[in-house]
């Protein structure tokens, strides 16, 4: 018996459930979890204005569900970093890095900064061997702190 027409069937009606549920056609499965999450460049500043700043830094592949948040924890006391910036990123399980990005919005022109990143998963799991140590920046004074009257 010939095969074939049998596995031509079924991924034909594998095609047909996922073009007609778009979220199935969108599922990434799920990789290994890295035995440990490590920083391989940075954290570093990204870009940085008045009210916002972006943080980037890139760290082997974390595995485990796709959808992952890269966060930072910051305050203006290093020893008190009680706000935090998360931003979504979906994992790519052929590429043994991944680069996280997140932005820090309604932040104070003039004013520094501490920070420490790190990442989870879409269930809020931290990769617990991945953070970095206290870092810090400064945001641009603004317009009118530099205005000559």
């Known amino acids: 018996m010939n095969k074939l027409p049998l596995i031509l069937a079924i991924a034909a009606g594998v095609g047909i459930v996922?073009?007609?549920?778009?979220?199935?056609?969108?599922?990434s499965p799920t990789t290994p979890k890295a035995p440990r999450?490590?920083?391989k460049?940075?954290?570093e500043i990204e870009l940085a204005k008045e009210h916002l700043t972006i943080i980037r830094w890139t760290t082997n592949n974390p595995g485990g569900s796709p959808e992952h948040f890269g966060v930072v924890h910051y305050g203006t006391d290093p020893g008190n970093l009680n706000q935090t910036a998360k931003s979504p990123i979906r994992l790519n399980p052929?590429?043994?890095t991944t680069i996280f990005r997140v932005r820090?919005?309604?932040l104070k022109p003039g004013t520094t900064?501490?920070?420490?990143?790190?990442?989870?998963?879409?269930?809020?799991?931290?990769?617990?061997?991945?953070?970095?140590?206290?870092?810090?920046?400064?945001?641009?004074?603004g317009e009118s702190q530099h205005a000559t009257r």
Not at 121 to 134: C, E, F, L, N, R
């Open 18 to 27: 996922a073009d007609s549920n778009p979220l199935l056609a969108q599922l």
């Open 37 to 39: 999450v490590q920083i």
């Open 41 to 43: 460049q940075g954290p």
């Open 94 to 96: 052929d590429h043994p």
């Open 104 to 106: 820090m919005s309604d």
């Open 113 to 141: 900064y501490y920070y420490t990143v790190a990442s989870m998963g879409a269930d809020g799991t931290d990769d617990k061997t991945m953070k970095s140590s206290v870092k810090k920046f400064t945001t641009p004074a």
